[in-house]
């Protein structure tokens, strides 16, 4: 039997404890406005590889330290019910075993439906190192209690195929704006026909914009496609279902 009482910073203050405990006090759990990360990642010295993002969805560089991180940016940045995500968001310090511990997650998710997600992200042989396994276990347990779910992501995953070449697709052509009538013309379609092949867009028949247009409604959430199969000329989009943006498929 262990107590933890981890400390959230710098965008929040947070005291738990084991499951057994009710013992939860939580503060303010947004970014503050004149500090973006709790750490640094890109710099000079590095010996590994590290990097920027140029991310549509949160309109500013995000930096990543692994491969596998900036696959994991672009999936969010991609998925349609990510409203926003954070790098290094904050620090968890905790003690276990008579030992504090110092946490720095990886990315703090934001769901278009109020639910709230801390990742940690790792390639497959660090994520069952015991320690590792053990601090998973812990926050799994103790974080839900603050509004937060712990999740850890594989690294191996997040480059599954042909999944993360459609959302760099999508990312491509659909990270600018599009007008009113490129909405209207494509609403108009899809009350008509119902679907709209990849190849439309892809031949011109939507116009010059058409692949923009319709990867940029797709990364709204107004669109939808089969994530999991490869994106072909072939390929069908359809309206979500609802004309309320960010509404379209979970990626991850």
Same mark, same amino acid.
């Given at each position: ?37 709790? =750490? /640094?990642?890109?710099?000079? $010295?590095?010996?590994?590889?590290? *990097? ?6 949160? #309109?500013?560089? &995000? ?71 053990? =601090? /998973?276990?812990?926050?799994? $347990?103790?974080?839900?209690?603050? *509004? ?6 594989? #690294?191996?995953? &997040? ?72 994106? /072909? ?20």
């Amino acid at each position: 039997m262990f107590r933890v009482t981890p400390t959230i910073e710098p965008f929040a203050s947070v005291v738990l404890a084991t499951p057994s405990s009710e013992d939860v006090e939580v503060e303010n759990m947004r970014p503050a406005k004149d500090r973006l990360r709790s =750490r /640094t990642v890109v710099s000079r $010295s590095r010996a590994r590889g590290t *990097g920027r993002y140029p991310s549509w969805k949160m #309109g500013r560089m &995000l930096q990543w330290e692994s491969p596998h991180e900036l696959n994991g940016f672009r999936l969010l940045d991609a998925d349609p019910t990510v409203q926003a995500f954070h790098e290094q968001p904050f620090v968890i310090r905790f003690t276990h075993s008579n030992e504090t511990h110092v946490h720095y997650p990886d990315v703090l998710v934001e769901r278009t439906g109020g639910g709230r997600e801390v990742w940690e992200i790792k390639a497959a042989k660090e994520a069952v190192r015991p320690e590792i396994v053990a =601090r /998973t276990l812990l926050l799994q $347990s103790a974080l839900p209690d603050s *509004g937060l779910k712990y999740r850890m992501l594989i #690294g191996e995953e &997040l480059k599954r195929e042909p999944r993360l070449t459609n959302a760099l697709t999508l990312l491509k052509y659909g990270r600018h704006q599009i007008d009113g009538a490129d909405r209207e013309r494509i609403r108009q379609i899809l009350s008509a026909v119902s679907v709209i092949r990849w190849a439309s867009a892809v031949n011109g028949d939507l116009g010059p914009q058409g692949r923009a247009v319709l990867c940029r409604l797709t990364l709204e959430g107004l669109l939808v496609f089969d994530f999991e199969t490869k994106l /072909t000329g072939m390929t069908v989009f359809a309206a979500s279902g609802s004309e309320s943006p960010s509404s379209g498929y979970c990626l991850i």
